[in-house]
């Protein structure tokens, strides 16, 4: 069978930042150890319905999943381990601050093989705007730890447009990640999401408005590139050959399995989650379906929704290989609309979007996508 993307959702944190919405909370080793026993019961589910199931990709999000610690990491690891390809790319999150030299060792030998810090910014006001505990040096210092372990596939997070930001502390945050040698950059725009601390101080907050916000964007996306790092995603950006082969996955419609509470899954062509409840999660559920009438799951509008996320866009090649025909006439009809404004491209290979239409992307593939 077609080898899927497994994520793994590890809902702890040791505080919880003002801008986060994910679902976390505080850890104790009691709710560690039965989370760790969780995750293996429900995969072993899983894989006694499947018996054939194999993972060529296996992400540990968060939360912040290097609490979890070395020894848990491992224990999970090798419950996957006979139905991991060998090629994998095994990711884990973390963020930076504390000893990181012998759990990086651990889990290295575990077969992770790339590391994801939430670095979010190499400035000291920045990151105490955000409410971060670390600074750039841990930053610095955790990349060389996983370095020193054996694990080259370094990414970053860095945030943008939030309260006090300028260009120039983009461009010194960018400047930092290709000094330390990460070979992968995440870099996200700040949104105020309800149930945050954020959303409840957002009146009295220092955030730039929507057009600073654009200029910001593109600050951090010209920076980027001059540093050498080729934009491939709205929000990701990496050296050559070193793509997240497990975020590629949900832009090209590929089966992911998500496990944890919260955690979302793509898979046997249905698309559902679990609850956003630890203590749901280790009784069982219930699964939650997901479905968007206006864009089925599997179909083709789904399929262009997600491709055109990527800067490589919606390609004509694609197109037959996945579903037997080309772009369709009305969705190229509506990119042409907005060439002219420089949101859109339309190439002999395709249709995609450009920096200044990913900035609007959301509104912007509503259009594109209805007329399917």
Known sequence: MTPIGLYIHVPFCDGKCPYCDFYSMRATETLLDQYTDGIIQKFNDYKSENSELRMDTVYFGGGTPTLLGGARLRRILEALRPSVMPEAEITVEGNPGGELDELFREVHA??????????Q???????????????????????????????????????LAVPGQDAAAV???????????????????LKIEPHT??????????????????DLYLEACRALEEAGYGQYEISNFCRPGFASRHNL??????????????????????????PRSLRKFLSGGPLLPESDEGCPTGSFAEYAMLRLRLTEGLTRAGCWARF??????????????????????VTPQGVRLTQKGFLVSNALLVELIDPL
């Open 110 to 119: 575990g077969g992770v093989n790339r590391v994801s810090l939430g670095l």
């Open 121 to 159: 910014s190499a400035d000291t006001d920045v990151l105490r705007a955000l409410g971060r505990r670390h600074t750039a040096g841990d930053a610095a210092r955790a990349v060389e730890a996983a370095r020193r372990a054996g694990i080259q596939n370094v990414s970053l997070d860095l945030m």
């Open 171 to 189: 461009r010194r945050s960018v400047d930092f990640c290709a000094r330390v040698g990460a070979v992968h950059v995440s870099a996200y725009l």
């Open 197 to 214: 601390r954020f959303w409840q101080e957002r009146d009295s907050l220092d955030l730039p408005d929507d057009d600073t916000a654009a």
């Open 249 to 274: 996955k949900y832009w090209d419609q590929q089966p992911y399995l998500g496990l944890g509470p919260a955690a979302h899954s793509y898979y046997g062509g249905k698309r559902f989650s679990w």
């Open 324 to 345: 037997g025909h080309g772009i369709p006439a009305a969705l190229e009809a509506a990119a042409k609309r907005y060439v002219r404004a420089g949101l859109t491209a």
